[in-house]
């Protein structure tokens, strides 16, 4: 009998305790509604009345999200719903700093918020920042945006730096669990990789994204495509063409907005991969070949080319661009690239008119500001993609049709290196045979692509990392290969980066790499040496090591790549961007190695290749015997060369 009574009570107290204080708001909800309606609209008590309906409705509504959680709208001002349309996670620059931020995009309002910091065991909530109702809401014009701060990008080896961390991170953690390791140690690398990701989250965009309140202050977000930026404007320009009205929160409207942000939100985690549970796909390693063939759908003739991206280390990166087709409202491309993954998922597919009016400038970075025709996005489904045939598609985008085709080459079976059966050409030939029928140290392919890129391409952005078009380079290919008289007229009327794709390609079709493969081992181990002197003598004992044909053009190319880097400020490529493109071609384990070390293409990529990258870079930045000296040394060089 007790226990029955102490039941009853316990059950009294929660009735007490939660359903009669919401019942009584019910009611009072019906009461307000019956007055609204028997008040006249200009009676002094009509507002007051407005706002405490508007405050019971967002109460119940709240209550109400905890048992469906499906709601997606609050109630605005004038008793309609509040529908969020978009959020997610930009990089703001707020007082000469980056600060991540939450963006919700609702119907009427744009809202800027923060994750507050919460002890365990509590709900998270957000504090927002600023708001800008849509009907003040406009897009700076290019004089406006000239007078704003230019904003610096985070140096490009510190990025890299990043990367390397992350990299060797992943791999501890995927050797803890292989070991069966503790689950804080795995924590504490999870942890780890989580500080360092974000870091790269936060310092790695760098397009910006300006937003102005017509009634005085500015905004201004760095995104890493053109794509994201493309879409918020869409969005809000969309929702602008309905009958907005400006308005101002009061202090408990905008308390109840930014509450129900939490529980309205679509996207609930900081796109990091610490964030991503273990059974999620790791992404794409390897190489995807992508044919963009040919487009449909435009309303009239124009400039038209497209531009490819796929995402990495939880941004995207701009990878390939195709020639630009004249005057056309049916360019057919048909050019192939070759688009290196490190874990990546998806892939972007933007269509663009090329602008040649220099009064269209974009003041952030001084170039002419192409028009976005569509754009499109596709996720990289191993199953789909993982096979030897090429797959076509097509991509619908704003009306838009673009035809293309892809296949995927995984990193280890890209470690196999096919030798070349005519052994009259350069491709897949031994660089000592080479060498020798041309009767010099440095192959004659090597010399003439990087005096061309030297004579017309080291101020192009992105060279050596932006893709050639594949057709290009298979045509320079065979005429090196047949060695034919058109070498150098071809060279001069060929597009830079397939000049610079054709000379990554001749390193990584040699039968074995140009640091060997029986001193990879060697390095891998030197570059891991914490002491400097131990490292500097190990380096250079293997430098020295090397066969003399492989000597010399590793030194021709180290001094071709540090005249590069020279023109970082234009190119946009340093030392440690050149390291990653060059690094895993010039050095990486034979077939052997390969499978006796890594067990995944993940591992190959987080744990050899930025190895790899290391070694590159170490002899970038602390030069052995320079070329000039080795010039001229007779012992080394011929004087042909």
């Not at 991503?276 to 070949?289: N, T």
């Not at 952030?364 to 500001?369: H, M, R, T």
């Amino acid at each position: 009998m007790e226990i029955l009574l102490i039941i009853r009570f316990c059950c009294n107290c929660t009735y007490a305790l939660l359903y009669k204080p919401i019942d009584r708001v019910t009611r009072s909800t019906l009461v307000l509604h019956d007055l609204l309606k028997h008040t006249p609209v200009d009676h002094p008590d009509y507002p007051l009345l407005q706002d405490a309906l508007r405050i019971s409705q967002n109460f119940l509504s709240s209550i109400n999200e905890d048992i469906d959680p499906r709601r997606t709208a609050v109630t605005t001002p004038k008793g309609e719903t509040r529908q969020l349309v978009k959020d997610g996670f930009l990089v703001e620059v707020s007082e000469s700093s980056r600060k991540l931020r939450h963006v919700f995009l609702f119907t009427d309002v744009l809202l800027c918020a923060k994750l507050k910091k919460t002890s365990a065991g509590k709900h998270q909530q957000y504090d927002c920042k600023w708001y800008i109702p849509l009907a003040d809401l406009v897009f700076p014009s290019p004089e406006e945006s000239e007078a704003s701060p230019q904003v610096q990008p985070f140096p490009d080896h510190e990025l890299e730096d990043m990367k390397m961390k992350i990299s060797t991170l992943k791999s501890e953690i995927q050797k803890e669990k292989a070991n069966k390791g503790q689950s804080r140690a795995i924590e504490r690398l999870k942890k780890k990789m989580f500080e360092n990701e974000f870091l790269l989250l936060l310092n790695s965009p760098t397009i910006p994204f300006r937003i102005h309140n017509r009634n005085g202050k500015s905004y201004l977000f760095l995104l890493s495509s053109d794509y994201e930026r493309s879409e918020w404007r869409e969005a809000i320009q969309k929702l602008q063409k309905k009958d907005l009205q400006a308005f101002v929160l009061s202090s408990v409207e905008l308390q109840v907005l930014t509450g129900s942000c939490f529980k309205l939100r679509t996207v609930h985690n900081i796109p990091v991969t610490s964030n991503k549970d273990d059974d999620e796909s790791p992404g794409l390693y390897g190489f995807l070949h992508v044919i963009v063939h040919s487009a449909k759908g435009f309303k009239q003739s124009a400039n038209l080319y497209c531009t490819l991206e796929v995402d990495s280390f939880g941004y995207f990166v701009s990878k390939a661009k195709t020639r630009v087709f004249r005057d056309t409202a049916e360019p057919k491309w048909d050019e192939e690239f070759e688009i290196e993954l490190e874990g990546s998922q998806s892939l972007r597919i933007l269509c663009y008119e090329k602008c040649y009016d220099k009064s269209k400038v974009n003041k952030d970075n001084n170039e002419i500001v192409d028009k976005i025709m569509g754009k499109g996005q596709i996720q990289l489904d191993p199953q789909t993609v993982e096979t030897k045939n090429w797959h076509t598609d097509v991509i619908e985008m704003n009306g838009i049709k673009v035809e293309f085709s892809m296949k995927f080459t995984s990193r280890d079976m890209s470690l196999k290196r096919t030798p070349s059966k005519k052994q009259t050409g350069v491709f897949g030939v031994k660089i000592s045979v080479v060498t020798k029928r041309e009767r010099s140290k440095v192959p004659y392919i090597v010399r003439q692509c990087v005096e061309e890129v030297e004579k017309r391409g080291i101020e192009e952005v992105g060279i050596y990392r932006i893709s050639g078009v594949a057709t290009d380079i298979q045509a320079l290919k065979a005429v090196f290969d047949a060695n034919n008289k058109d070498i150098l007229l071809m060279l001069s009327d060929m597009d830079i980066n397939a000049i610079a794709g054709t000379l990554k390609l001749y390193f990584r079709e040699l039968p074995e790499p140009l640091l060997t493969d029986r001193l990879y081992l060697a390095f891998m181990e030197g570059i891991a040496l914490s002491d400097p002197a131990a490292k500097e003598n190990c380096m250079m004992h293997l430098l020295r090591s090397l066969p003399d044909p492989n000597l010399i053009t590793f030194l021709f190319l180290l001094e071709h790549l540090k005249r590069v880097a020279e023109k970082e400020p234009i190119n946009k490529m340093s030392l440690h961007n050149l390291a990653t493109v060059f690094g895993p071609t010039l050095l990486r384990p034979s077939e052997v190695e390969s499978k006796a070390h890594l067990t995944s293409a993940a591992d190959i990529w987080s744990h050899d290749v930025m190895a790899q990258v290391q070694v590159l870079l170490y002899y970038l930045q602390h030069p052995p015997i320079s070329f000039a000296e080795l010039k001229r040394n007779t012992l080394y060089f011929s004087t042909d060369v």
